[in-house]
């Protein structure tokens, strides 16, 4: 994957998932959506991004594991104690145990960074195969507890795959696992044509269709289809964001290519920054478009204000620890 497609996906990653908390600022509310989809981009990138960067620089798993601890706390820690801790008022009740576990498994806060720390950890010993056809068997093992579960534990009366549970773990873990046999491919892999997009446009419509249908009660016991057709769309994604259309006309022009550069550049401090700004009074007084014009400028700005102060506390760790 090339520095292009890699940020292009990134956008749009963090573009579905900040999307699907719009909602309430949309005309419809529907036009608020995409942000399984946008985990699912999220978590292929990264395990492409790190099976790719291992093959190239294998490093210890410490050394390793701390590096990723350092791209993501810095800016959680930073964030979450200025609009959680202290603005949220979180202080004034809070006993020592409970900043333990905010900041150490914030589940109830940021689901996501609690997952990558525990798929970190069983990623990098797949990764120490070396062996690409590891990753797809690895998937498709997780394939018998993710059933298990689905079967004999999950609600289907209603759509549940998604909510709170940790059974969304399982694929979302599966989703990292086809990033990182997707990087053993990276010369390999396709570049996007026509054909690619008309499939995709054909699985996104299916996985509308039925997202649709399932969210409003219908074919509940079915709701698994809804992760299995998020594979091939984030694959069509990937490659389509590698076609020549996408290099060419959209990374290859300025106004765009800084655009999705200066997001790409903060989509972690931009999902941990979302909520603080659509329930923002002054945001949700605006009437459509504006209030999702200001949202965006807003929230790009303080993301990157936050993502360069954050990012020197990142180097002082690294350099600490070498």
């Not at 979450?80 to 806060?109: E, H, S």
């Not at 550069?261 to 989509?267: G, I, N, P, R």
Request: with cysteine; aromatic share 22%; charged share 10%.
């Amino acid at each position: 994957m090339t520095q292009f497609d890699n940020l292009f996906v990134r956008f749009l990653g963090i573009l579905l998932v900040t999307n699907s908390h719009l909602d309430h600022l949309y005309p419809i509310r529907q036009l608020g959506t995409g942000g399984s989809l946008g985990n699912s981009l999220f978590f292929m990138i990264s395990g492409y991004g790190l099976a790719l960067s291992y093959l190239s620089k294998p490093l210890p798993f410490f050394n390793w594991y701390w590096r990723r601890i350092t791209r993501i706390y810095p800016s959680f820690i930073f964030i979450f104690g200025i609009f959680g801790i202290w603005f949220g008022g979180f202080w004034r009740t809070w006993k020592w145990d409970d900043y333990i576990i905010a900041l150490l498994w914030p589940v109830n806060y940021t689901w996501f960074i609690s997952a990558l720390m525990v798929f970190y950890i069983i990623f990098f010993i797949i990764m120490k195969f070396n062996r690409s056809n590891f990753y797809i068997f690895s998937i498709l093992i997780l394939f018998i507890p993710y059933l298990f579960f689905y079967l004999w534990h999950m609600d289907l009366s209603k759509y549940t795959i998604e909510g709170g549970s940790y059974f969304k773990w399982i694929f979302y873990f599966q989703v990292m696992l086809l990033g990182g046999f997707l990087a053993n491919h990276s010369n390999t892999l396709k570049s996007g044509k026509v054909f690619h997009l008309i499939l995709l446009c054909l699985f996104l419509f299916l996985y509308f269709s039925f997202g649709f249908l399932i969210t409003h009660g219908h074919f509940t016991k079915y709701q698994m289809l809804i992760h299995l057709l998020t594979f091939p769309i984030i694959y069509l994604i990937l490659i389509l964001g590698r076609s020549p259309f996408i290099i060419k006309n959209i990374m290859g022009s300025k106004i765009p290519f800084f655009i999705i550069s200066v997001v790409s550049s903060a989509t972690l401090e931009i999902y941990l920054l979302q909520g603080v700004v659509y329930t923002n009074s002054f945001v949700n007084s605006l009437f459509f478009p504006a209030n999702i014009i200001v949202f965006w400028v807003f929230l790009i700005v303080l993301s990157k204000i936050f993502a360069e102060v954050s990012g020197l506390g990142r180097r002082v760790l690294l350099r600490e620890n070498k």
